[in-house]
Nanobody
Framework: VQLVESGGGLVQPGGSLRLSCKAS????????MRWYRQAPGKGRELVAG????????NYADSVKGRFTISRDNAENTVYLQMNSLKPEDTAVYYC??????WGQGTQVTVSS
């Protein structure tokens, strides 16, 4: 199992970023996927999840209405579209596949 995130970077408050997680080594369309994040000095927090078909999604209250999780099973990729970014969204963002598979993380920094 391999999960490779990309798309992080430095963005101003109010800006947008789109994270990608390219998966390999397993039957991607059979698994729900999640995005987590970890801010400096804090624990890892669930940001969003999506079922294997993409029909059902869920979000942390802190990102509802601003972030959108989606997936392309033909491309073995899960996405996190992040809009209206705030400084408190600054964190390392991780892609996750149950039971305990993680990507290496991608840094998102929201600052003026």
């Amino acid at each position: 199992v391999q999960l490779v995130e990309s798309g992080g970077g430095l963005v101003q408050p109010g800006g947008s970023l789109r994270l990608s997680c390219k998966a390999s080594g397993f039957a991607f369309s059979s698994y729900g996927m999640r995005w987590y994040r970890q801010a400096p000095g804090k624990g890892r927090e669930l940001v969003a999840g999506i079922t294997n078909t993409g029909r059902t999604t869920n979000y942390a209250d802190s990102v509802k209405g601003r972030f959108t999780i989606s997936r392309d099973n033909a491309e073995n990729t899960v996405y996190l579209q992040m809009n209206s970014l705030k400084p408190e969204d600054t964190a390392v963002y991780y892609c996750h596949r149950p039971l305990n598979y993680w990507g290496q993380g991608t840094q998102v920094t929201v600052s003026s």
